[in-house]
């Protein structure tokens, strides 16, 4: 594949998976795909598959930043979108091997995704004094 083809192919894997389309995704997986990233580790097209669907629970779109080719690499740079979580800033590293993606390598922070959102430390004293004053009327 020509370094045009390997950018197509790599940008098609993650916009198919954020928009639902999972048969795309797979078709350009090999069977043997492994994937690493901040949030899980698979092996196989049917697990990466697996993995994205539930990724695709929490995000709304991508915004595609930049994109690098090398030999049979790709890195691709972009922005995750998510709702709760706000824009993931996130880096993807795609390998190809016999024109199929072979490996799937992501970097981002998680913490937006897997931190529960916690109200304030030490919550509202003043009211919590207010309420006993009015048990003791």
Do not use: N
Not at 12 to 33: H, M, N, Y
Not at 99 to 112: G, L, N, Q, T, W
């Amino acid at each position: 594949m020509s370094a045009v083809e390997l950018a197509a192919a790599a940008s098609r894997c993650l916009e198919s998976w954020v928009s639902g389309d999972f048969a795309t995704t797979r078709a350009l997986l090999s069977d043997d795909v492994t994937f690493a990233g901040p949030m899980a580790a698979t092996e196989g097209a049917d697990d990466y598959v697996s993995g994205v669907e539930r990724m695709s629970e929490m995000v709304t779109g991508v915004e595609l930043q930049r994109l690098i080719v090398e030999g049979d690499d790709v890195c691709i740079m972009y922005d995750l979108l998510a709702e709760e979580a706000g824009p993931l800033h996130t880096v993807g590293w795609y390998h190809f091997r016999d024109d199929k993606i072979d490996s799937v390598r992501a970097y981002f922070d998680p913490r937006p995704l897997t931190e529960k959102k916690q109200p304030p430390q030490g919550g509202f004293p003043q009211f919590a004094a207010s309420l006993q004053v009015c048990a003791d009327i």
